[in-house]
């Protein structure tokens, strides 16, 4: 079983940045790289969206219109992390942001860290 733990969220003016982590323990047997990895946000009263996602070795990365060129996802295989930078943050990325590993059709999710973004 994947356990994934995001931090780094909290509360930051509009504008601002602010850097997302998520850490996962892999069952033995497998290996960090094996999977892809997403971040996904929910709003409130809203439905969960994708706003980023970086493949297993980290080559090829995705975004959304609505984050693309504020929000940079990497991974640093050595240390079963994923990050997200985000950067010049508007009042409606406020939202719950959640890890999500993904193989073979099996998903795994972190239980998500609150970014406000409010003056």
């Known amino acids: 079983q994947v356990q994934l733990v995001e931090s780094g969220g909290g509360l930051v003016q509009p504008g601002g940045s602010l850097r997302l982590s998520c850490i996962a323990s892999?069952?033995?047997?497998?290996?960090?790289?094996?999977?892809?990895m997403r971040w996904y946000r929910q709003a409130p009263g809203k439905q969960r969206e994708l706003v980023a996602g970086i493949s297993s070795t980290g080559g090829s990365t995705n975004y959304p219109d609505s984050v693309k060129g504020r929000f940079t996802v990497s991974r640093d295989n050595t240390k079963n992390t994923v990050y997200m930078q985000m950067n010049s943050l508007k009042p409606e990325d406020t939202a719950v942001y959640y890890c999500?590993?993904?193989?073979?059709?099996?998903?795994?999710w972190g239980k998500g860290t609150l970014v406000t973004v409010s003056s």
């Open positions: 999500n590993a993904i193989r073979n059709f099996l998903q795994y």
């Open positions: 892999i069952p033995s047997g497998f290996t960090f790289s094996n999977y892809g």
